[in-house]
């Protein structure tokens, strides 16, 4: 089983700043994709970024251009780096593995447990 685990998050002012990281651990956790989430209240979980060695790295739509994901294989950690956030980035965030990137978080399995990030003044 893969275990995920799951640090950043907090307060942020629009335009600012904020990292979150993600290690996967356990029996067959090396050489997994891990891919990040995110749901607003009220909304569906909504794919953020994935990186896969094998095909690269995707982002969502909303999140491209602002935010960049990379990844420590060393360490089987996946940061994202998340800059000139707004109040709709809003969202408990929640990262996921699997042995590809898909955006459809039905794909995936293995989940960490989610954490906070609010953008607000």
């Known amino acids: 089983e893969v275990q995920l685990q799951a640090s950043g998050g907090g307060l942020v002012q629009p335009g600012g700043s904020l990292a979150l990281a993600c290690t996967a651990s356990?029996?067959?956790?090396?050489?997994?994709?891990i891919t990040w989430f995110r749901q607003a209240p009220g909304k569906d979980r909504e794919f953020v970024a994935c990186i896969s060695n094998r095909d690269g790295t995707f982002y969502g739509d909303s999140v491209s251009g602002r935010f960049t994901a990379s990844r420590d294989n060393t360490k089987n950690t996946m940061t994202l780096q998340m800059n000139n956030l707004k109040p709709e980035d809003t969202a408990v965030y929640y990262c996921?593995?699997?042995?590809?990137?898909?955006?459809?978080?039905?794909?995936?399995?293995?989940w960490g447990r989610g954490t906070l990030v609010t953008v607000s003044s």
């Open positions: 996921a593995s699997d042995v590809a990137c898909h955006r459809s978080a039905g794909w995936y399995d293995y």
């Open positions: 356990g029996p067959g956790s090396g050489g997994r994709v």
